[in-house]
């Protein structure tokens, strides 16, 4: 018995445009293939750290099995690790077809003006893209083409935040940080949310939603702050214990 040869983990040049090595990993994921067995090998908690996320993800460049969506992002946000040009966040799907949901997930890249995404998918076109939407929402759009193709109606559409390039953060990764639901609004109104959000996030104003619970708080009095400051490092604590 002939053991499969493990496909080499792709390595960054510096005679590489980004293109080419988002090619580059996009093709390392296509060797691993989509997992089609019906076992998931790889146990993926989105609220773990991102460090924690990031050894799952080490541990796929050895074992060399095949992947699903969730897992190909996180393999994703690893090998784009250290390419601060290259900013990487999770898109959400969630569709219907023939009176069932579905769920599906890629990683979306933006750099130099440009969007496109990286991904595993049974369906070549629900997973990359390549670098050359001009907008946040052309990139939605596209997705939501290709699933029409397979007869499939886009009812939500979950965006996160930029996923930060510290791979040993304690930071979760923000999953949902804009909800759409796409099937109750024109596009002109889904174009004009996603606009909105892809300017907030290229100014890096917007904080995870889990940082605005204290803000409500806040708002409710000052005589909170000082109990709050000192309970601060605990909740951190208690944060991390969850994950």
Known sequence: CVQPSMPPVPNYKLSMSIPEWLQAIQTYMKMLQYNHTGTQFFEIRKTRPLSGLMETAKEM???SLPIK???AVILGIYLT???PTVERFPISFKTHFSGNYFHHVVLGIYCNGRYGSLGMSRRSDLMDKPLTYRTLSDLIFEFEDSYKKYLHSVKKVKIGLYVPHEPHSFQPIEWKQLVLNVSKMMRTEVRKELEKFARDMRMKILKPSSAHSPMKERSRGK???P???QASPQRRACRRDKS
Request: charged share 40%; with cysteine.
């Open 61 to 63: 460049t050895r074992e």
């Open 227 to 229: 109990r709050r400051r």
């Open 223 to 225: 005589s909170l702050s």
């Open 69 to 71: 969506c969730l897992e």
């Open 81 to 83: 690790n250290g390419q």
